[in-house]
Each structure stands twice: as structure tokens, then as C-alpha cells.
């Protein structure tokens, strides 16, 4: 005997306002006994400290539980029999948040994930073997119908919180003088350098690839690659403080070897499904996401511009 979920959709991606449909499917040789079938729809937000934020707040681990944004259980079948062979048991529940809460997009991150299930349910009798299959949709919520989560009482201040992306190019030039985090001692170190280029804009739409250019105008230093590398910043928190934590999402090379100085060198980015989402401010967690560039010279030595980016989705 088996239990198996189906969806209607193939790609298992829905809307806010959307109804789940789809169908439980019971495959059994000869007549199977029940005591009732159920189905359950949740969407939770699961939020995790890293180990090195771990006893600083110790007040996070009473603040810092799972965000319930839906749960719904539905009946599918009453107790009964189900006749030998398949039976399709359909199902349809709409797809909205509890009272209070907001829907996210679907995130699969390091600290914080944000996951919706269905989960079936078969009871049976006292000797017999329960049934229970899961099966994980993806919700999508358009930016403009997102409704934000009630503010906190008072906002406590993040540290190095950088201003909030705005939509347009983002030109840039990179020089020894411009970089931060390099002590004036160390400076004169640094191989004389000049980058410059453009990303097509800050506020990027999630489907869609980032775009922009770079050029090494030139350098005295032999140049080994160039990379773009797109970082998640998760934030989790209370009144009693926060922890941020940055980590890598995904790097690529846009060039290999001694660039041509002069020569616009083309940044092309796709974002990826479900390690990705649209940025978000909550009360208790935040997503945001950063672009990289990082150019490694020949003696191992790198230069990084950091660049904040709002994801949104249309």
C-alpha cells in the first residue's frame, strides 16, 4: 500500500490568493481499512543562530521560535474502507495567511527558511501502520502585495546597517584610495589599480539576470581572475538584540587570466530559485542580498567592492 500527494501544477508554484488543488492518491491491493484521512497545509518561518552568536543573546532562544504564517487541516476522507486498487481523493484549499501574519516568498537560507508543506495523514487501526506523506510547495508573493508585518513597539538600531538600495545605475570606480577596511600604513602596499563599470540598477527583479559591465583601466599588479559573487545577509533578533550573518550564495568567473586593460568585461548574474528571494523586513528576521566583485591578483592578495541590492518580484 502507498499514500502519495499530487498537485495540479507541475511547477508547484502558487500565489497568495490561489487555490491548492490537487489530489490524494491511495494505491492498496485489496480493501484498505481507515480511520479518517487529513490534510494539512502549513507555512512556517524556521529561524537558527549561528555558532558564534550562540550565548550572547541568551534571551533568543525563548524569542526565536518558529513563525507560524498558515495552518489549515482539512478532512479528506471519514472513516471507512477504500476499495482495492488507486483512489484519488481531490482536494482544494486557498492559499492565505492566519490573522496577523503575512505570506514570504518560498526561502531555503543557512539562519533562516522560510518553507510551506502539505502533509496527509492516514489513521488506521491500533495494530496497524499509520500513513503519512509530505510534500513541499512554493509560494510566490508579487513585492507590491506583500503586506508587511505590524512594526515592533521600538526598532532597535543593526549595527553597519547599510542604506536601503534605490532603483537607476550604479556607476563605481575602484582605486587604492577607495577601498574601506585598509589601514593608511597598509596602503602603500597595495599595487596602484583603477576599475571602473556600472550595474544597471540596485533594485533588481527577481526573475530577471543582473546586468552591467566592468573595465580594468589599468594596473601594475598581474591580474589572476575577476569574480561576482552574490551573498545572502540574514538578520535574526528581538528587542534584546540581533545577529547578522553574511554568507555566499553563489560565485562566478567573468574573467581568467591578465585582463586587457581597457576592455569592457560584460557582469551577468541569474538569481537561483529558492536560494533566493524577495527581500524582506519582518519583526523578528530580514533577508537582504549583496553583489561582490572580487578581483584576486597573481600573489593571492584581493580587492572586493561591496555592492547592497533589493530583490523584488513583479
Known amino acids: 500500500m502507498s499514500l502519495d500527494l499530487k498537485l495540479k501544477r ?13 489530489s490524494v492518491v491511495v494505491s492498496s491491493k485489496g ?24 550565548g550572547l543573546f541568551e534571551a533568543f532562544y525563548n524569542s526565536i521560535k518558529p513563525i507560524q504564517l498558515l495552518s489549515y487541516t482539512v478532512e479528506i476522507a471519514k472513516p471507512g474502507k477504500l476499495p482495492d486498487g488507486t483512489t484519488e481523493l481531490p482536494f482544494e484549499i486557498k492559499l492565505e495567511p492566519m490573522q496577523g501574519q503575512a505570506l514570504y516568498d518560498t526561502y531555503h537560507g543557512v539562519f533562516v527558511n522560510i518553507q510551506y508543506n502539505l502533509r496527509v495523514d492516514m489513521k488506521r487501526g491500533v495494530l496497524a501502520k499509520d500513513l503519512q506523506k509530505t510534500l513541499e510547495f512554493i509560494v510566490e508573493v508579487p513585492t507590491s502585495n506583500r503586506v508587511a508585518s505590524p512594526p515592533p513597539e521600538k526598532k532597535p538600531a543593526v549595527k553597519d546597517e547599510k542604506p536601503v538600495s534605490q532603483p537607476g545605475p550604479v556607476p563605481f570606480t575602484i582605486t587604492p584610495e577607495s577601498l574601506e577596511n585598509v589601514k593608511k600604513t597598509s596602503r602603500k602596499h597595495v599595487p596602484n589599480f583603477k576599475l571602473s563599470g556600472r550595474l544597471d540598477t540596485a533594485v533588481c527583479n527577481i526573475n530577471d539576470p543582473i546586468n552591467g559591465t566592468v573595465t580594468l583601466e589599468s594596473s601594475d599588479a598581474v591580474i589572476k581572475s575577476i569574480e561576482l559573487q552574490l551573498v545572502r545577509v540574514e538578520t535574526c533578533g528581538c528587542a534584546d538584540g540581533y545577529a547578522k550573518e553574511a554568507t555566499e550564495i553563489q560565485n562566478i568567473q567573468i574573467s581568467e587570466g591578465d585582463v586587457v586593460r581597457g ?19 519582518a519583526r523578528t528576521f530580514k533577508i537582504e542580498f549583496e553583489i561582490n566583485l572580487v578581483v584576486m591578483l597573481e600573489d593571492g592578495h584581493l580587492i572586493t567592492e561591496n555592492f547592497p541590492i533589493r530583490l523584488v518580484r513583479s
Open 10 to 22: 507541475a511547477d508547484r508554484i502558487y500565489r497568495p490568493g490561489e487555490l491548492v488543488s490537487g
Open 31 to 54: 480493501a484498505l481499512s481507515h480511520t479518517g484521512i487529513t490534510l494539512v497545509m502549513e507555512g512556517s518561518v524556521q529561524l537558527q543562530l549561528s555558532a558564534k552568536s550562540v
Open 263 to 281: 576592455m569592457s568585461i560584460p557582469i551577468y548574474m541569474v538569481f537561483p530559485r529558492l536560494f533566493t528571494c524577495a527581500t524582506v523586513a
